[in-house]
């Protein structure tokens, strides 16, 4: 018995999909995710943000393609980004 069993958690199962390289589900840690704040269409800013989000650990990164052109950009983005994207 735990000494304070409102912390124990008891995670259902789930099943594993892969987000990239990241597994989300099952018994793998809790991922984190966040997301881009800067036009989509500006791929400098974006990689730079997307960049500093790695950096500090965030496992997903989302993007949004509001536009032709931010869905353009952001192939380029993903073949440059060291995290997966999902736009």
Known sequence: MSIR?????????TKVINV?????????PISVQSMTNTLTSNIKETLNQINNISEVGGDIIRVSCPDEESTNALKEKHRLSPSPLKG
């Open 5 to 13: 069993p409102f912390r124990d958690i008891n995670r259902r199962d």
């Open 20 to 28: 990239g390289n990241v597994k989300i589900g099952g018994n793998n």
